[in-house]
């Protein structure tokens, strides 16, 4: 079974500097797929960043970059320079390479602070 | 990415009523896509595979008989809440495979409100 713990339930952070978010996982499958989800109070979901199993090199998009360690089976997300837009729920999340279904984690809600 | 939407955004009903909450792939066929219900301040849970022209899978603890779902063409899901009580108030999302693989595109949601 899949699962996926994020032990961080609200966080704060100053505008402008940069902030981590813990992820942790448990699979016994080979072949995974780690994301950040992010969700403002409107509820949609933005995809915010993946990271392959096999992926050699810690994914980056933008301000976004996901700090992979394969052997802790973490996937912490950074978020450098924060802006107050980047206050929301986020959501790391799994998937198995066969199938498509996603295990979510708990969340944790980021607050940045003017 | 892909543009999934989902109809109604929000809906109210009363207790012993059906909802019905449809699901569409825009711009590309969904053989596949899935359910998922959040309460609030809480995470996502999947409650079931939709398969397009056979029955879905639903996730341990679902039931398949309250929650009825339809996946009758390549570009629609139907998700249908029978006999609602007040405690299947909740945000539910629906979201498509895309055909790259890993992706998954994400619907709006939907936030059901059982009076």
């Given at each position: 079974a899949q699962k996926i713990t994020q032990t961080q339930p609200g966080m704060f952070v100053q505008e402008k500097e940069a902030v981590t978010l813990d992820c942790t996982y448990d699979t016994s499958d080979p072949s995974y797929g780690l994301f950040w989800y992010k969700q403002p109070s409107s509820g949609e979901m933005i995809f915010l960043i993946y990271q392959g199993s096999y992926d050699q090199q810690n994914a980056t998009e933008g301000r976004y970059s996901l700090n992979f360690q394969k052997a802790r089976k973490s996937a912490n997300l950074v978020i450098s320079a924060?802006?107050?837009?980047?206050s929301a729920m986020y959501f790391c999340a799994m998937n198995r390479a066969t199938g498509n279904q996603f295990y979510f984690g708990t969340g944790t809600s980021l607050t940045v602070i003017p | 990415g892909a543009v999934v939407s989902q109809h109604p955004s929000r809906v109210i009903c009363k207790s012993g009523t059906s909802v019905k909450i449809e699901c569409r792939s825009l711009d590309f066929q969904a053989t596949t896509m899935f359910w998922y219900r959040q309460f609030p301040k809480q995470s996502l849970m999947l409650m079931a595979t939709s398969n397009e022209g056979s029955k879905a899978t639903y996730e341990q603890g679902v039931e398949k008989d309250k929650f009825l779902i339809n996946h009758?063409?390549?570009t629609l899901s139907t998700l249908t809440v029978t006999s609602?009580?007040?405690?299947?108030?909740s945000f539910y999302i629906c979201s498509v495979g895309g055909p790259v693989g890993y992706e998954q595109y994400f619907g709006p949601g939907t936030r059901l409100t059982v009076t």
């Open positions: 924060s802006q107050l837009g980047d | 009758a063409s390549l609602a009580h007040p405690e299947d108030s």
